[in-house]
């Protein structure tokens, strides 16, 4: 089983529309939890961390269900420069420096 | 700040050459880290380092893959001979380490084997 699991999609959604992903995790001893923004042959960057009582920047909501081993990126009002594809990083603890990264779902948002 | 540099971008090769791919990390960082990504296997962790020593290099799929850190400013990533199977984007990060620490790429180095 993967470390880290994601939906490929592609979510195809209309400007302005809102849009959720989830991301599982195996080992129930993981850490830390992020959520990281690739473009097409780009570097992957950091778009937030996840913490346990969830958390906001702007548009973007991510949340951590700890019980279900799953995390959460929610979108509001997205804007075509939201396209790109989103990766789920899990830090699983036994090392702190090994971050596992799942495939990561591609977002399509259109006019 | 100068963030991680990588170089180079592009580099097309022929299989059986030998190709080295080099790495600045971001200055007071730690821990450096060598990925792979493909369509197929996303993003692999092949080695990291945490000052300048090599700590974990089980992702590094075989003898023909090295990794060196002589100081604390610059890695390598060397491919001898290198196959078309090794075509990727290769992608070096750095950290200052811990468990909430992120994870800082380069631009990465796209890689073809012909």
């Known amino acids: 089983r993967k470390e880290v699991e994601q939906d490929p999609g592609p979510f195809n959604v209309p400007e302005g529309a809102t849009v959720a992903f989830n991301c599982t995790y195996s080992?129930?001893?993981?850490?830390?939890f992020f959520w990281y923004r690739q473009d097409c042959r780009k570097e992957p960057k950091l778009l937030m961390s996840v913490y346990s009582s969830g958390n906001e920047d702007g548009r973007f909501t991510a949340q951590l269900n700890r019980a279900s081993q799953y995390i959460s990126l929610l979108i509001r009002d997205s804007k075509l420069s939201d396209s790109a594809t989103y990766l789920c990083v899990v830090n699983p603890g036994r090392d702190f420096n090994k971050f596992y990264f799942g495939s990561g779902t591609k977002l399509n948002v259109k006019p | 700040d100068a963030g991680v540099i990588q170089s180079p971008r592009h580099e097309v090769t022929e299989m059986g050459q030998e190709v080295t791919l080099r790495c600045k990390p971001i200055?007071?960082?730690?821990?450096l880290f060598w990925y792979r990504q493909t369509m197929m296997r996303g993003l692999e962790l092949l080695i990291y380092?945490?000052?300048?020593?090599?700590?974990?290099d089980s992702g590094m799929p075989e003898d023909r893959f090295s990794a060196k850190m002589p100081n604390a400013s610059f890695s390598t990533l060397k491919i001898q001979p290198s196959e078309p199977r090794d075509s990727a984007g290769y992608f070096c990060?750095?950290?200052?380490?811990?468990?909430?620490?992120?994870?800082?790429f380069g631009s990465g180095t796209q890689l073809s084997v012909l």
């Open positions: 200055s007071g960082h730690d821990y």
């Open positions: 080992n129930s001893a993981s850490q830390s």
């Open positions: 990060a750095s950290s200052t380490g811990g468990r909430r620490e992120k994870l800082f």
């Open positions: 380092f945490n000052n300048n020593v090599p700590i974990d």
